[in-house]
Structures are given as C-alpha cells and as structure tokens.
T-cell receptor, first 112, second 115 residues
Framework: DAGITQSPRHKVTETGTPVTLRCHQT?????MYWYRQDPGHGLRLIHY???????DKGEVSDGYSVSRSKTEDFLLTLESATSSQTSVYFC???????????FGPGTRLTVL | AQSVTQLDSHVSVSEGTPVLLRCNYS??????LFWYVQHPNKGLQLLLK????ATLVKGINGFEAEFKKSETSFHLTKPSAHMSDAAEYFC?????????????WGLGTSLAVNP
C-alpha cells in the first residue's frame, strides 16, 4: 500500500459546475496519474505528472485539467462537468524503482 | 506503438478447475507486463509483473503468468479456482520511457467462478 488517498470518495454534481478531485500520496513517488474507468473501456489515462509542475495529457484529456504544486498532491479539475464525465476516477503513483503503479481507492463521480 | 488485447471479455469456470485468462501484447521493444485484479466495487491490486527476469512469473493468491516473446503473449493461469477469485482482471503493458512512461491497459476479463 503506497499510502494513496482520494477525496472525495463519492460526489454527485450538476452539469456545468466545476469539480476538483484530490489525490494525496505519502510515499514521495515522482510520477502520478489520473485515470477514469468506464464499463467496456477499461482504464483510460486522463493526465499524468512526472514532477512538481510537470504534467502532460493522456488519451482522454479533453474537459480536464490538472495541477501539481507539491509532490504529494495531484489535483484533477473538471472545469464544467458534463454527463459524459460520470465515471469512477482512480489516482495512481509510480515509484519506478519497483516498476509498478499503486492505486488509490477511487472516486465515484456522478454528473446529473 | 504498444497495445494489449485481452482475448476474452468474460470467462466462467467451476470452483476447483483451472483458470486461463489470455493476453496478447504488441510492443516495439522488450516491455514490462502486469496483471491487475479488481474485485467488485474495490480498487486495483497488482497480481504479478514481468520485468525481463524469469519468464514464468508467480504472483499472489496462486496465480502465475508466462511471458512468451515468440507468441507475444502473457497469459494468466491458476491451477484451481476459488470463489474469491471472481473479479475483473486487467493485462497491462508499459509504454514509453522516462517522463513519458505510461501504462497501456487491456479492456479487462471478467472471471466468474461457479460453485
């Protein structure tokens, strides 16, 4: 367990509202990732970070932005939530040393 | 480009019988490969990983996988299924290096274990 927490764990919001999801890690891992999981699609990468203030887009980045001002925190923001962003969001970290990713418990987001 | 294909979206076995979950990958270099498991309404847990050491990899809960470069496969097996093995299984391959290092995920195989 890499000490990854996500908040909130559940959220219901309305279309057009901004939403921020937080990922916090205690392992000092350099790499952090945001995924979304939808039935029939597996996990898809939204954005990732390879260091403080260093981020890049994944395969489904439209409508999402991220920020990483500290090693331990990686924020995912939906500027204006849409129903298509209803999903389960997972944060992950990568130590590189062990060559594996560690996952948070997930956030279930519903956009009405 | 790297990709991964899980050949079965659903597999159903009886308790006590062998499990085989199939995964083929495509990679332009020697990849690292992983199997993750996700139990219903739970997070993701690493089952096992291959990182260019032994081709037969043993994981948790009696699972193992064999890396076959000639067949570009990394199938997951278990000799005897248990009811608690019912879950979603994901085959994953690494892509890129350095700052662009990412994981490419298969779509998952849902394993049902019947009593």
């Amino acid at each position: 367990d890499a000490g990854i927490t996500q908040s909130p764990r559940h959220k219901v919001t309305e279309t057009g509202t901004p939403v921020t999801l937080r990922c916090h890690q205690t392992e000092n891992h350099r790499y952090m990732y945001w995924y979304r999981q939808d039935p029939g699609h597996g996990l898809r990468l939204i954005h990732y970070s390879y260091g403080v203030k260093d981020t890049d887009k994944g395969e489904v980045s439209d409508g999402y932005s991220v920020s990483r001002s500290k090693t331990e925190d990686f924020l995912l923001t939906l500027e204006s939530a849409t129903s298509s962003q209803t999903s389960v969001y997972f944060c992950a970290t990568d130590s590189l040393t062990n060559n594996e990713q560690f996952f948070g418990p997930g956030t279930r987001l519903t956009v009405l | 480009a790297q990709s991964v294909t899980q050949l079965d979206s659903h597999v159903s076995v009886s308790e006590g019988t062998p499990v085989l979950l199939r995964c083929n990958y495509s990679s332009s270099y020697s990849p690292s490969l992983f199997w993750y498991v996700q139990h219903p309404n739970k997070g993701l847990q690493l089952l096992l990983k291959y990182t260019s050491a032994a081709t037969l990899v043993k994981g948790i809960n009696g699972f193992e996988a064999e890396f076959k470069k000639s067949e570009t496969s990394f199938h997951l097996t278990k000799p005897s299924a248990h009811m608690s093995d019912a879950a979603e299984y994901f085959c994953v391959v690494t892509s890129g290096a350095g700052n662009n290092r990412k994981l490419i995920w298969g779509l998952g195989t849902s394993l049902a274990v019947n009593p």
